[in-house]
């Protein structure tokens, strides 16, 4: 019977402990999961490739992307490539690409978009070499 309560009282306690762990990851880490590239191709030329192309030198309404993977990782210095890319999809006019104009891109994506669906495009972008 003791034995029992210790067991219990021990799966409790891990059960609490993962709680809390998944807690802290959730608000201590700001980005997202892992995306997946193939998925985020898909989503990026339904929902971005209007404006965005991603060979290089072909401007559309925004700039081309062509690169973008390695050239996101030196925009801002202490910022990840992910990150960067992250917030300019969520928050476009945190950083406005030089000779263009703030506010063209729709900041409206975090709301359109599913969660995994950034995380995907981001994933997608990170390919872009
Ligand atoms: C209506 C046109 C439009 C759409 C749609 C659009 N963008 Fe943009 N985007 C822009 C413009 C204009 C800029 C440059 C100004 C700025 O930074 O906001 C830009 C900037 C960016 C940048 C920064 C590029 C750099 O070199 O700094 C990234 C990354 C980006 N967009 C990704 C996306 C992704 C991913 C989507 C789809 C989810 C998307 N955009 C949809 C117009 C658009």
Do not use: W
Not at 8 to 33: D, E, I, R
Not at 55 to 64: D, I, L, N
Not at 72 to 94: C, K, Y
């Amino acid at each position: 019977m003791r034995t029992s309560l210790v067991v219990l009282l021990l799966v409790l306690a891990l059960t609490l402990f993962g709680l809390a762990a998944c807690g802290t990851a959730a608000t201590s880490v700001p980005s997202g999961g892992a995306g997946d590239a193939v998925a985020g191709e898909a989503a990026f030329k339904a929902n971005c490739s209007g404006c965005h192309s991603v060979e290089a030198g072909v401007t559309r309404t925004g700039p081309s992307l062509a690169g973008i993977g390695t050239a996101a990782g030196t925009m801002v210095s202490g910022t990840s490539a992910e990150q960067f890319l992250r917030q300019s999809i969520v928050d476009p006019n945190a950083q406005v690409t030089a000779g263009f104009s703030a506010g063209i891109m729709p900041g409206t994506f975090s709301a359109r978009l599913a969660a995994q669906q950034i995380d995907d495009i981001v994933a997608y972008l990170l390919t872009l070499k």
